[in-house]
């Protein structure tokens, strides 16, 4: 077999990011209710390090499509392409981090981040411990490395499955929901990181969220999407510059707009998305 080195260097520079464009997707599921039309002729275009916002009430298709670009499943018809070629399943390009943090609890925090780079060949053991370093020092976890999972707070945990996310150095982060269980004290916190991430390491972002001013927040743009059958209804382009300030006046006009428009699809169903 053919022995792969990569100097750490080449390890940690920046991947280019990958453009995902999903063409005319579908899927349904099959449930006590009946048939439910989750995804309902889709399409998606994500460009190369774009931070891409899908918003809109439970149940509308969001965590859908993106277990469908992480190729954790198939869609009933259309494609999923990144960089043209056809997503048949997961793989350390495309990482998903979660609302739970699905951390082993068995790891310390290191041995979590650890565990991500199994993905990733090359790197001996040395290696393997420098990389890890340096994601959790870019998490602002450094002092926490042999910490235990269930010492840490529920912010600090989603922070090492970040880090745990970002140490495979995917070209693509999925992030659904994952900071809607946190307080909003550290969220703010978070917000400020995961741009600040964002632009050191250019990665493209697909981020679910139903929370209309945290997507305000985060993206180049954000997608609504309504339910019965989950289709998107609308996309907002935020122009504003960054590092964006949740609490800003400029981005509470981006929030009222989206929410205005997001009533309007979906007063009808009784559903309502937070602000
Ligand atoms: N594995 C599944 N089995 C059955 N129904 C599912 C499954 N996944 C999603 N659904 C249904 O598809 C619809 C969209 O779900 P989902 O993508 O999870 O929405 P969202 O993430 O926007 O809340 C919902 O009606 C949900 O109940
Ligand atoms: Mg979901």
Sequence with gaps: MKKITMSLENELANTAPERIE??????????????????????VKVGEGEFVCLVGPSGCGKSTLLNLIAGLDQPDSGQILANGENITGPGRDRMVMFQEHALFPWLDVRGNVL????????????????????????VGLEKFERANIHELSGGMKQRVALARALAPNPRVLLMDEPFAALDALTREHLYGDIQRIWEARRKTIIFVTHNVREAACLGDRVLLFSPNPGRIRAEFRIDLPRPRDINSVELARYSTEITTALKGFTTAQGQEASE
């Design 115 to 138: 565990f991500g780079l199994c993905l990733k060949p090359g790197l001996n053991s040395k290696e393997r411990q420098e990389v890890a370093k340096y994601y959790l020092h870019l």
């Design 22 to 43: 999903a063409n005319n997707i579908s899927k349904s599921f099959t449930t006590e209710r009946g048939k439910v039309l989750a995804l309902d002729n889709v399409s």
